[in-house]
């Protein structure tokens, strides 16, 4: 098993998390803008069917197109957007789409509900690693230092250390001095 050096800096993780991205080890990288975020209106999903911006709950959309979409209007920090995507979810059991739920609740501080959405996802798909990542950057940034370092051990042991998952909530618990 390799550890990363005791001493560590956070430029050194945050170059170790680009080169991750840069290989594209896992989604968790943030999206590139398509024409969601470029073209349409509030409550719109691009439609690549159509070509055309479509209602966000149109019979169209599947839900990954509605994940995509929501995951990148949430990258692009337009949450309210992003939860009227997820809102139209057919299936809003999707770990996806609750995680992204979470995501968007922990952005705009509501980190209890962000860790009832995070939860409800690790239930479903206890190996979903991005929404592991994500939830413990949540109890890092709510102090719970041991609930943070418990979802990176949880990663590691699923053999995602090599992920970007992995590699942001370290630098998460590292920054909030918790390592």
Not at 5 to 29: I, M
Not at 43 to 59: I, L, M, N, R, T
Request: aromatic letters at 8%.
């Amino acid at each position: 098993m390799t550890t990363l050096p005791r001493g560590l800096t956070a430029a050194a993780l945050s170059f170790f998390a680009s080169a991750v991205l840069a290989v594209g080890a896992d989604d968790s990288d943030p999206p590139e803008p398509t024409e969601t975020t470029t073209e349409c209106a509030e409550g719109q999903v691009w439609d690549d069917k159509s070509g055309a911006c479509v209602k966000a709950d149109s019979s169209s959309l599947d839900d990954d197109v509605r994940y995509r979409a929501a995951r990148e209007l949430a990258h692009a920090g337009r949450y309210d957007e992003a939860n009227i995507v997820l809102a139209a979810a057919d299936n809003p059991e999707d770990p996806r789409i609750l995680n992204y739920k979470g995501f968007v609740h922990r952005k705009t501080g509501d980190l209890d509900a962000a860790m009832t959405f995070y939860r409800r996802a690790l239930e479903i798909d206890p190996d979903y690693i991005l929404a592991r990542s994500y939830m413990g950057q949540g109890l890092a940034e709510l102090g719970d230092m041991d609930g943070a370092r418990a979802q990176l051990a949880e990663i590691r042991a699923r053999g995602d250390r090599d992920t970007w998952a992995y590699v942001s909530l370290k630098q998460a618990i590292t920054a909030s001095g918790g390592y």
